[in-house]
């Protein structure tokens, strides 16, 4: 990253470390869905990554927003098999 943030830096790998784990389909093989058990884990993981400022956690990403994210890494992995 260009950023030399490292609260910032930290924050974004938590971030990204979840959002990496995120699957696109269930166990039995149907498209995930936001009533998914594995969905709901991952808007609450998101939520609770913090980001550390000066000794101090602040969670600046709400479940709407985390849930968009998963969203968005869902379209993501499912348009990427489609290539």
């Given at each position: 990253?260009?950023?030399?943030?490292?609260?910032?830096?930290d924050?974004v790998k938590?971030m990204?470390?979840?959002?990496?784990?995120?699957?696109?389909?269930?166990?039995?093989g149907?498209?995930?869905e936001?009533?998914?058990f594995?969905?709901k884990?991952?808007?609450?993981?998101?939520?609770?990554?913090?980001?550390v400022?000066?000794?101090?956690a602040?969670?600046p990403?709400?479940?709407?927003?985390?849930?968009?994210l998963?969203?968005?890494?869902?379209?993501?992995?499912?348009?990427?098999?489609?290539?």
């Amino acid at each position: 990253m260009k950023c030399k943030s490292e609260a910032f830096n930290d924050w974004v790998k938590g971030m990204d470390q979840i959002l990496s784990e995120t699957r696109s389909v269930t166990i039995d093989g149907q498209p995930m869905e936001a009533s998914d058990f594995h969905f709901k884990d991952q808007i609450n993981k998101l939520a609770k990554v913090p980001l550390v400022l000066d000794g101090q956690a602040v969670y600046p990403i709400n479940v709407w927003t985390a849930s968009d994210l998963v969203h968005d890494e869902i379209d993501a992995i499912n348009l990427s098999e489609d290539i």
